[in-house]
T-cell receptor, first 114, second 110 residues
Framework: EPEVTQTPSHQVTQMGQEVILRCVPISNHLYFYWYRQILGQKVEFLVSFYNNEISEKSEIFDDQFSVERPDGSNFTLKIRSTKLEDSAMYFC????????????FGEGSRLTVL | DAKTTQPPSMDCAEGRAANLPCNHSTISGNEYVYWYRQIHSQGPQYIIHGLKNNETNEMASLIITEDRKSSTLILPHATLRDTAVYYCIVTQGGSEKLVFGKGTKLTVNP
């Protein structure tokens, strides 16, 4: 069964450092998303992406965050200058159609900011 | 904020049906009911969705009341691997992001 893959599974970084989280969505999917989950809290929407541009972003997704689809397969989330409160599990998701709420999520990348 | 209300936790015996309720009294006519689950800290997993008719797939059944103000997810024969947090989400799909609430933590006991 096709799946969304994410790397790294766990990254530890120092406050102020740049981090790039990578995702390979399902190959025929056109819509891509990042969500995050701070330990013990709800899953929160960050951003959606389609046709090489951001479709929607949340208040969390400020200027420190950016997304990119650098080639035909990868979808990345960059945090320019990490803060302690960025420590969370980051989930990438993709969907085939924008008209569906059926998202396929990856296993997540755990980011720990020290 | 999530548009749904779910009990924080439920228990179920292995092999028995697990019935997870969800209230969504403010649902509008073009909104669907989606169910996801999250096993431990893994990524959320889509289970099923519906608009107004009852739905069934290989994982579960979804029963939506006639007034659409509530629904029940049914896992017909729960196994230990079904222990997870189950999220009921109301969304138009497409233009709307998924808004996750706190969900119901289902524990399946041997």
């Amino acid at each position: 069964e096709p799946e969304v893959t994410q790397t790294p599974s766990h990254q530890v970084t120092q406050m102020g450092q740049e981090v790039i989280l990578r995702c390979v969505p399902i190959s025929n999917h056109l819509y891509f998303y990042w969500y995050r989950q701070i330990l013990g809290q709800k899953v929160e929407f960050l951003v959606s992406f389609y046709n090489n541009e951001i479709s929607e972003k949340s208040e969390i997704f400020d200027d420190q965050f950016s997304v990119e689809r650098p080639d035909g397969s990868n979808f990345t989330l960059k945090i320019r200058s990490t803060k302690l409160e960025d420590s969370a599990m980051y989930f990438c998701a993709s969907s085939e159609w924008y008209s569906t709420g059926e998202l396929f999520f990856g296993e997540g990348s755990r980011l720990t900011v020290l | 904020d999530a548009k749904t209300t779910q009990p924080p936790s439920m228990d179920c015996a292995e092999g028995r049906a697990a019935n997870l309720p969800c209230n969504h009294s403010t649902i509008s006519g073009n909104e669907y009911v989606y169910w996801y689950r999250q096993i431990h800290s893994q990524g959320p997993q889509y289970i099923i969705h519906g608009l107004k008719n009852n739905e069934t797939n290989e994982m579960a059944s979804l029963i939506i009341t006639e007034d659409r103000k509530s629904s029940t997810l049914i896992l017909p024969h729960a196994t230990l691997r079904d222990t997870a947090v189950y999220y009921c989400i109301v969304t138009q799909g497409g233009s709307e992001k998924l808004v996750f609430g706190k969900g119901t933590k289902l524990t399946v006991n041997p």
